[in-house]
């Protein structure tokens, strides 16, 4: 499995690989031309690798990020699941995530019958920008999409920022191998 990414294979391709020939006493990969050719009795699975210049996205991955908050997992996707109902469609599932009060991280969302606002518990530390801590939306599918995957590696996460139009980071507790990024958007259509 390792093999595979470190050839330059994505990730859901190798796992997808790894399902399908799991158990099997052999399997053959063939790599050439920018493709990857794996068989295994009656499986066969191809897969295009990566290839060319891409950007450092560990780079993005700001483990000194200004703004640290440390949540659990489980709230965190109640939250965000919550928000994402309120949400309308016509804000894109627009979440946003305030870090205004000590100890807490607000997920809210609106349309324009209903609030959703939840609270939950988090250990945070530091600033964004010039030390004034805002409130960032998010697209709630993506930042859900994050955490479940990052729920395969811990019960907790760290969410680091530094300004208000960076990427979050969403890292695993204790992880320093797995990272997911989500990117911030405008406020259009939110108060």
């Known amino acids: 499995y390792q093999e595979?990414?470190?050839?330059?294979?994505?990730?859901?391709?190798?796992?997808?690989?790894?399902?399908?020939?799991?158990?099997?006493?052999s399997a053959t990969f063939r790599f050439g031309n920018g493709a990857c050719i794996v068989e295994s009795g009656d499986v066969a699975i191809d897969a295009i690798l990566l290839s060319g210049e891409f950007m450092d996205y560990k780079k993005l991955?700001?483990?000194?990020?200004?703004?640290?908050?440390?949540?659990?997992?489980?709230?965190m996707l109640?939250?965000?699941?919550?928000?994402?109902?309120?949400?309308?469609?016509?804000?894109?599932?627009?979440?946003?995530?305030?870090?205004?009060?000590?100890?807490?991280?607000?997920v809210?969302?609106?349309?324009?019958?209903t609030e959703a606002v939840?609270?939950?518990?988090?250990?945070?530390?530091?600033?964004m920008d010039d030390g004034t801590v805002y409130e960032i939306a998010f697209n709630g599918k993506y930042v859900e999409e994050a955490l479940k995957a990052?729920?395969?590696?811990?019960g907790e996460v760290t969410l680091l920022m530094n300004t208000h139009t960076s990427p979050l980071a969403i890292l695993?507790?204790?992880?320093s191998d797995f990272y997911q990024l989500a990117l911030p958007v405008r406020r259009v259509g939110m108060e």
């Open 61 to 75: 991955a700001f483990r000194d990020g200004r703004m640290q908050a440390r949540v659990n997992i489980a709230d």
């Open 118 to 127: 939840t609270d939950v518990y988090c250990d945070a530390n530091g600033g």
């Open 4 to 25: 595979q990414l470190d050839a330059g294979m994505t990730e859901a391709a190798a796992k997808l690989i790894a399902k399908n020939i799991k158990g099997r006493e």
């Open 172 to 175: 695993p507790v204790d992880r």
């Open 78 to 106: 109640e939250a965000v699941k919550l928000a994402r109902i309120s949400a309308s469609t016509g804000t894109k599932e627009l979440i946003a995530l305030d870090f205004a009060k000590d100890s807490v991280m607000r």
């Open 150 to 154: 990052a729920s395969d590696y811990s």
């Open 108 to 113: 809210k969302a609106n349309n324009e019958q």
